[in-house]
């Protein structure tokens, strides 16, 4: 499994920005799909979930919201209300284990992660 993450970028405070996971390769096998983000000097940490076909969707924070388009094998995560502790590289992951979880470990592909600046 590939993932190719991409939407990034330098937005003001209290803007948008959509950030995208192309899937590619073995996507059979992926049960789960995750957003981790790690800013700078500090761990990685959980953003969003779901299971692959789009349901028991849950994000960290309401001015998330993550989903899914199964014609495009892509996953996106919205972010709105964007704040500059949002500042980060954002990572998708995707697992092909059992559980729809929220700790890195449980994920065995990822991408190579976007860059989400936001300024004050």
């Known amino acids: 499994v590939q993932l190719q993450a991409s939407g990034g970028g330098l937005v003001q405070a209290g803007g948008s920005l959509r950030l995208s996971c192309a899937a590619s390769?073995?996507?059979?096998?992926?049960?789960?799909i995750g957003w981790f983000r790690q800013a700078p000097g500090k761990e990685r940490e959980f953003v969003a979930r779901?299971?692959?076909?789009?349901d028991f969707a849950y994000v960290e924070e309401d001015r998330f919201t993550i989903s899914r388009d199964n014609a495009k094998d892509t996953v996106y995560l919205q972010m709105n209300s964007l704040k500059p502790e949002d500042t980060a590289v954002y990572s998708c992951a995707a697992s092909s284990g059992s559980y729809i979880s929220s700790v890195p470990t449980r994920y065995n592909y990822w991408g190579q992660g976007t860059l989400v600046t936001v300024s004050s």
């Open positions: 779901m299971r692959w076909d789009g």
């Open positions: 390769g073995r996507i059979a096998t992926i049960r789960a």
